[in-house]
């Protein structure tokens, strides 16, 4: 596709439920990032994927926060037993090589989730 | 210590007036690039303009400026004779060139830019 994808653009789910998210970055683009904006918050970094490397995971919050990228291209972002305070937009983005300092990152439309 | 600061978390400016968004970073790192996105409120991240430290002219992008002071670090936004669809989110991000954080972009809390008539 033109940009990167995001599915699903919402999901609602009870506290508890595992929930997964998924993005489909530019084709070609082999870095791809996960992000996390609350209601009126700045972009706070989950985790980093570039190529066949292991995945940078530093942002992750929780080890019920896990993500994998297959075949260098689609990944899913999967929450175990949601809690209110993961509501928040869960925003992918790729860039074309490996995080230059002058690379730019190309983001999708975020998959709104909303823990009840 | 923040990376990012955006201490202007709402600003007005007049339709046809220039408006500038602050941004000051801190970084050890002497090679690293400052990024403004704008976030309407459809949710999608635009990229604007981008400043690497070894730059030696402010960057500009039509009506975008960035005034790099790089001794004070600050990388502020200037949007020119601002337009109703100017209104969004402003985002100031920076990416260092550190072994092993050279990947992410770092982002600050955003400054609400409202443009009025």
């Known amino acids: 596709g033109a940009g990167v994808s995001q599915s699903p653009s919402n999901k609602v789910t009870e506290k508890g439920k595992d929930v997964e998210l998924r993005c489909d970055p530019i084709?070609?683009?082999?870095?791809l990032y996960w992000y996390r904006q609350s209601l009126g918050q700045g972009l706070e970094f989950l985790i980093y994927f570039q190529g066949n490397s292991a995945p940078d995971k530093s942002g992750l919050p929780s080890d019920r926060f896990s993500a994998e990228r297959t075949g260098g291209s689609v990944s899913t972002l999967t929450i175990q037993r949601t809690q209110q305070e993961d509501s928040a937009v869960y925003l992918c983005a790729s860039s074309p090589t490996r995080g230059t300092t002058n690379e730019k990152l190309f983001f999708g439309s975020g998959t709104q989730l909303s823990v009840l | 210590a923040q990376k990012i600061t955006q201490t202007q978390p709402g600003m007005f400016v007049q339709e046809k007036e220039a408006v500038t968004l602050d941004c000051t970073y801190d970084?050890?790192?002497?090679?690293?690039?400052l990024f403004w996105y704008k976030q309407p409120s459809s949710g999608e991240m635009i990229f604007l303009i981008y400043?690497?430290?070894?730059?030696?002219q402010n960057a500009t992008e039509g009506r975008y400026s960035l005034n790099f002071q790089k001794a004070r670090k600050s990388a502020n936004l200037v949007i020119s004779a601002s337009q109703l669809g100017d209104s969004a989110m402003y985002f100031c991000?920076?990416?260092?060139?550190?072994?092993?954080?050279?990947?992410?972009?770092?982002f600050g809390t955003g400054t609400r830019l409202q443009v009025t008539l």
């Open positions: 400043q690497g430290s070894y730059d030696q």
């Open positions: 084709s070609g683009h082999t870095a």
């Open positions: 991000a920076m990416r260092e060139a550190l072994t092993g954080t050279a990947s992410k972009l770092t």
């Open positions: 970084t050890s790192d002497p090679s690293y690039g």
